[in-house]
Structures are given as C-alpha cells and as structure tokens.
C-alpha cells in the first residue's frame, strides 16, 4: 500500500479533466478503479473466505480506513450484483462542492464469478 496526501488522488483527477476532458478523465478513473476494487474482492474473497455481500462491506470498509471517506450501504441486490452506495466525507467532494466527482469507485458491483464487463459510471454526489 502507498501511502498518500488526499489531494494527489484529486490533483490528478483534474489534472486529467484538464488534459483529455471530463469523459476520458471518468473512463480512465472507472476502468482503474474497476480493476482494482475486483482484485481486492477477489483477494479477500480467497485469504477470508469471504463472498457476496459480505466480500461488498469489506472493501467499502478498507475504502474508509484507507481514506475515500465513509461508505454506507444504501441498497445492495446480491443477487443481481447492484447496489446504491452513499459516500460522505469524500476528499473528492470537499474539493469539487456538494456535486463532486468520484469516478473510481461509482459504476456497477460486479460480484465475484459474474462477468467483468464494464458499464460506464454515472456522475456520483461524493460529498
């Protein structure tokens, strides 16, 4: 894990807003933290021996302990591997207002054993 202020992941955020535009700034932030929310599912899905909802709250909760804010489960259908998460106290919202942006972790759940298509993220209230 690397240890970082909360402004960089902003920064670069609008760094690429600046570069390439708000689209390709959302599909870049989606697709990487796609990959990286299904990894840390699936790693602790097999080190905790752990699945569905439960693999769900973990990573919400390392997500708080680590930084992005404080998750809260809104609605969660395992068995259609969707939810509605709200988040407060986002870097990401106290830096863009009470419509902020969060690309990385808005989009569909994908439980583990469903497929990995992407569908694109829609804009998130982060704060």
Same mark, same amino acid.
């Given at each position: 894990?690397?240890?970082?202020?909360?402004w960089?992941?902003v920064?670069?955020?609008?760094?690429?807003?600046?570069?390439?535009?708000?689209?390709?700034a959302?599909?870049?932030?989606?697709?990487?933290?796609?990959?990286?929310?299904?990894?840390?599912?699936?790693?602790?899905? %097999?080190?905790?021996?752990? $699945?569905g909802?439960?693999? =769900? @709250?973990?990573?919400?909760? *390392?997500? +708080?302990?680590?930084?992005?804010?404080?998750?809260?489960?809104?609605?969660?259908?395992?068995?259609?591997?969707?939810g509605?998460?709200?988040?407060?106290?986002?870097?990401?919202?106290?830096?863009?207002?009470? %419509?902020g942006?969060?690309f $990385?972790t808005?989009?569909? =759940? @994908?439980?583990p054993?469903? *497929?990995? +298509?992407?569908?694109?993220?829609?804009?998130?209230?982060?704060k």
């Open positions: 894990m690397i240890i970082t202020p909360r960089f992941f920064n670069v955020q609008k760094e690429l807003e600046k570069a390439g535009g708000l689209k390709l959302k599909e870049v932030y989606y697709r990487a933290g796609f990959e990286s929310a299904y990894k840390y599912c699936q790693t602790q899905r %097999k080190a905790e021996k752990i $699945a909802i439960e693999t =769900v @709250q973990k990573y919400l909760g *390392s997500m +708080s302990i680590r930084g992005w804010g404080k998750f809260k489960i809104v609605q969660l259908d395992e068995r259609r591997g969707k509605i998460f709200r988040l407060y106290q986002s870097a990401f919202g106290e830096e863009y207002g009470p %419509k942006r969060l $990385a808005v989009g569909r =759940v @994908q439980w054993g469903q *497929s990995r +298509s992407l569908s694109m993220p829609r804009d998130s209230t982060s």
